[in-house]
């Protein structure tokens, strides 16, 4: 969806409330693909903060399944958004661009909500999403989910020389 906020830009005082539907069902994400679980609409306050700038606020709540980090089953991961941004009117695109800004949700001064809020998920995205604290993870020898049930694999059966390196590489693993 995209607003244009030239309007609000120009006029003191001037602000509106909007709400909308996201269009996306998934998400991408460092090469992988998320597929959306739940999504409530967008809220946004918009408003004239003077000086041709205009305040957006906005707050959001989406659930995406995120596959567990050491078993790989989905876990509905909440992100509760909110935030702000303040938006110079008087910047054209080529100023965004020198000035670093990185507004790939503004052109002209149309604002693109969906961006803004892929932006949003980006920044909000877990360094780490576990099923459960606790979680076994899988078998690295026969594939079994190890939350589900124990497998018959052990070090005994691996080569003695490897089970040495195999120790050290649990002893560093990152739990
Ligand atoms: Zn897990
Ligand atoms: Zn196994």
Redesign the pocket.
């Known amino acids: 969806m995209l607003i244009d906020l030239s309007d609000i830009g120009t006029k003191q005082g001037k602000e509106a409330d909007v709400k909308c539907e996201l269009g996306f069902d998934s998400f991408s994400y460092g090469g992988g693909e998320f597929l959306i679980a739940q999504k409530q609409p967008v809220s946004l306050k918009i408003s004239n903060a003077g000086n041709k700038k205009v305040l957006i606020e906005g707050k959001m709540k989406i659930k995406i399944n995120i596959p567990?980090d050491?078993?790989?089953?989905e876990v509905v991961t909440v992100f509760d958004l909110d935030f702000s941004r303040k938006i110079d009117m008087k910047d054209t695109d080529e100023d965004r661009i020198e000035n670093l800004d990185e507004m790939n949700y503004m052109t002209g001064s149309e604002l693109d909500v969906e961006q803004l809020i892929r932006n949003e998920i980006m920044v909000n995205w877990p360094m780490k999403v576990?099923?459960?604290e606790d979680?076994k993870?899988i078998c690295r020898n026969c594939g079994t989910n190890l939350?589900q049930k124990a497998c018959n694999c052990n070090k005994a059966e691996l080569d003695p020389r490897m089970a040495v390196i195999w120790d050290v590489f649990n002893d560093n693993k990152e739990v």
Request: charged share 10%; hydrophobic share 20%; glycine share 10%.
């Open positions: 567990c050491r078993c790989l089953q576990l099923c459960s979680c993870g939350n």
